[in-house]
Antibody, heavy 119, light 115 residues
């Protein structure tokens, strides 16, 4: 069965970076894009960017340009999202999700990773 | 003005129908967009429900009951998620989404209460 399993809770200080992993199983990893979506407590969903798992091509939301990097390791079917220059407003649950390229069918989601930014 | 606007909350009774709207900003024509709908229950990741562009271009998510359907109201420039035969388990947050200006954009979400 398809699964996206994310890394665990992170606590970071302002100015630091965080790297969240998303390990895929149950399907051919390179046949789907990976997107990252975050959600602050009590708030809505916010799209951060996409990555083509085959080519490694990426596209980022304008808000995160220059601060976010999405990568993958196809040998272990894992996608990564690194966010730098963290501030308190980045405290949120971060989700990875898969979709066919150029489609918004985010049909499977990771369980979410809580990132807390606090001094 | 936000790209997608959803009412923050909606209440309906069990067995009734609920119509959740997703209004596109003026100047963005709903007719040309796929509208995606997601359901999120408390403490869980979102789940894909369906996508709708027209009556001949739509797709239901795997395992999603036919009680959930999509449509558009061109006069209101809005996408609509219709949930019929409401059940208590339908109580959740619902988000619409479109691909706009090279980005996936979510609406602010509607909290549906079934009581």
């Amino acid at each position: 069965q398809v699964q996206l399993v994310q890394s665990g809770t992170e606590v970071k200080k302002p100015g630091a970076s965080v790297k969240v992993s998303c390990k895929a199983s149950g399907y051919t990893f390179t046949n789907y894009d990976v997107n990252w979506v975050r959600q602050a407590t009590g708030q809505g969903l916010e799209w951060m960017g996409w990555m083509n798992s085959n080519s490694g091509n990426t596209g980022y939301a304008q808000k995160f340009q220059g601060r976010v990097t999405m990568t993958r390791d196809t040998s272990i079917n894992t996608a990564y999202m690194e966010l730098s220059s963290l501030r308190s407003e980045d405290t949120a649950v971060y989700y990875c999700t898969r979709n066919p390229s150029e489609s918004g069918d985010f049909d499977f989601w990771g369980q979410g990773t809580l990132v807390t930014v606090s001094s | 003005q936000a790209v997608l606007t959803q009412p923050s909350s909606l209440s309906a009774s069990p067995g009734a129908s609920a119509s959740l709207t997703c209004t596109l900003r003026s100047g963005i024509n709903v007719g040309t967009y796929w509208i995606y709908w997601y359901q999120q229950k408390s403490g869980s990741p979102p789940q894909y429900l369906l996508k709708y562009k027209s009556d001949s271009d739509k797709r239901q998510g795997s395992g999603v009951p036919s009680r959930f359907s999509g449509s558009k109201d061109a006069s209101a420039n809005a996408g609509i998620l219709l949930i019929s035969g409401l059940q208590s388990e339908d109580e959740a947050d619902y988000y619409c989404m479109i691909w706009y200006s090279s980005a996936w954009v979510f609406g602010g979400g509607t909290k549906l209460t079934v009581l």
